[in-house]
């Protein structure tokens, strides 16, 4: 397929607009919230009290367990993120071998986006069920990114993933923020229980914009046919894939360093609303209006950093750049600590957005860039998965462990600084050029392909 066509790149951009109303709507915004004041509500009902004690902790029965509402929250996502660790490497091989990755791309948008219709459901007295929605939609998210990233090296060059994947982002941020603006608007005019029709909106909003993807996006773009024993040829091909990946050095290094400072990003994101609603002093009300305005500042200025960084790393490159920002990452968790006031929660939600975007769109176009000349992007995309939900796991896990430790939230969110460290340090040594070995090993795979290409008549 010839690359640059910029009707495909403008169809490829749109999935972010798609699919970033469950990131910011359902894992940050408006049902962390919900979350939280139904099951506090649900709390407060059982033991006969009007409000809480100083300092005490929302308790939820989960399939006779007793626990903190919001470690139940963070260990669900963690086995969701586990189990798509698990699933993206084998699907992403299947869908090399058969060609098919768009066709895996459809089924978990629609997956993610019904569970998130769902939750239109949620009650607490129930929360079994209601997490099951959560867990769900959190599948269907994550691994329909595995094929929608694995397109970037094949509609693109490699000088244009930086411009790319940050105008995928800022497309995300715009589109998740107008629909957190409709959602607002639907729950001041009506009442608190108007909060789940913005549930539905999201998985209609989330299914019905990545139609535009889905028809200009190509399917089978090396013509694979899917024949016989195609799961095992799937499973063989990841292995061969690996295999290379193995060999090379600048591409390896930098998935490790990814992986850990991806661990604290993720992690932050997925948590700080629990953060700021049980740690800041927002007053009478809870806070719920100036939560949402803290979210829409870090939307803005995350499109204002994907390009940003972009631009930057133009000047000085992708690798330095990323340095930059992981460094700010761990000062802005330092000083998070150490906040109290809803001001300060406000200057922290802007320095969170400037850098959020930068590291996001930046990383993806990082690891594409790296990439060799392949046509097992989906096979390669996975490990930059794995990385991505193994890391998120440690951290949703390591996040919940302390807390459940400490009693302290605010131990967890220091506890992640040491993320950012070792990710910092292994950046720093990333070659800025393939080795020579990895740059054979990568030739020859080339070579190998067009040989069975040729065999195959094709």
């Known amino acids: 397929m010839e690359k640059g066509n910029k009707r495909v790149i403008k169809g490829w951009i749109f999935y972010d607009w798609a699919n970033s109303v469950y990131n910011l709507v359902i894992s940050s915004a408006i049902f962390p919230v919900f979350y939280a004041n139904v099951t506090e509500s649900h709390y407060l009902k059982s033991v006969g009290r009007k409000q809480l004690l100083p300092d005490e902790n929302v308790m939820v029965e989960f399939f006779g367990y007793t626990l903190s509402n919001s470690v139940l929250f963070s260990y669900v996502l963690a086995v969701s993120f586990l189990l798509v660790s698990i699933l993206s490497p084998i699907l992403s091989g299947i869908a090399d071998v058969s060609g098919n990755k768009k066709r895996f791309m459809q089924f978990f948008c629609y997956l993610g986006a019904l569970s998130s219709i769902s939750l239109f459901w949620f009650n607490p007295a129930n929360i079994e069920w209601g997490m099951l929605s959560i867990f769900l939609a959190s599948i269907g998210f994550w691994n329909s990114l595995v094929f929608y990233n694995a397109f970037l090296p094949e509609i693109a060059e490699p000088k244009d993933h930086d411009n790319i994947s940050a105008r995928g982002f800022s497309m995300g941020y715009f589109g998740s923020m107008i629909l957190l603006v409709i959602c607002?608007?639907?729950?001041?005019?009506?009442?608190?229980?108007?909060?789940?029709?913005?549930?539905?909106?999201?998985?209609?909003?989330?299914?019905?914009?990545?139609?535009?993807?889905?028809?200009?996006?190509?399917?089978?773009?090396?013509?694979?046919?899917?024949?016989?024993?195609?799961?095992?040829?799937?499973?063989?091909?990841?292995?061969?894939?690996?295999?290379?990946?193995?060999?090379?050095?600048?591409?390896?290094?930098?998935?490790?360093?990814?992986?850990?400072?991806?661990?604290?990003?993720?992690?932050?994101?997925?948590?700080?609303?629990?953060?700021?609603?049980?740690?800041?002093?927002?007053?009478?009300?809870?806070?719920?209006?100036?939560?949402?305005?803290?979210?829409?500042?870090?939307?803005?200025?995350?499109?204002?950093?994907?390009?940003?960084?972009?631009?930057?790393?133009?000047?000085?490159?992708?690798?330095?750049?990323?340095?930059?920002?992981v460094v700010g990452w761990m000062l802005l968790c330092i000083w998070a600590y150490w906040i109290h006031k809803p001001i300060e929660f406000y200057f922290l939600a802007a320095g969170i957005g400037l850098v959020m975007g930068g590291v996001q769109a930046l990383s993806r176009s990082t690891y594409s860039k790296f990439l060799p000349t392949t046509e097992d992007h989906a096979s390669y995309f996975s490990f930059y998965d794995v990385a991505e939900k193994l890391g998120i796991v440690l951290g949703l896990f390591f996040f919940g462990l302390m807390e459940a430790l400490t009693g302290n939230l605010r131990a967890s969110v220091l506890s992640i600084v040491a993320f950012f460290a070792i990710g910092l340090v292994l950046l720093i040594f990333v070659p800025r050029k393939e080795s020579a070995k990895g740059r054979r090993v990568l030739s020859e795979s080339r070579l190998r392909k067009l040989a069975e290409k040729e065999a195959r008549g094709e």
Not at 194 to 214: N, P
Not at 217 to 233: A, C, D, M, Q, T
Not at 253 to 269: A, D, E, K, P, Y
């Open 184 to 325: 607002l608007a639907i729950i001041m005019l009506g009442d608190a229980s108007f909060t789940k029709y913005s549930f539905i909106l999201v998985g209609l909003w989330w299914m019905g914009f990545a139609q535009f993807t889905f028809r200009r996006l190509p399917h089978n773009v090396y013509k694979r046919e899917v024949s016989s024993g195609y799961i095992f040829k799937g499973v063989t091909e990841l292995k061969r894939v690996f295999n290379e990946f193995r060999q090379t050095k600048r591409l390896k290094r930098f998935l490790m360093s990814f992986f850990f400072f991806n661990t604290g990003v993720q992690t932050v994101m997925l948590m700080a609303v629990v953060f700021a609603k049980k740690e800041i002093n927002w007053g009478e009300g809870g806070g719920d209006s100036s939560l949402i305005v803290a979210i829409l500042l870090i939307q803005i200025l995350g499109a204002a950093g994907a390009y940003l960084m972009s631009f930057i790393s133009g000047l000085i490159g992708n690798l330095k750049t990323l340095i930059v920002v």
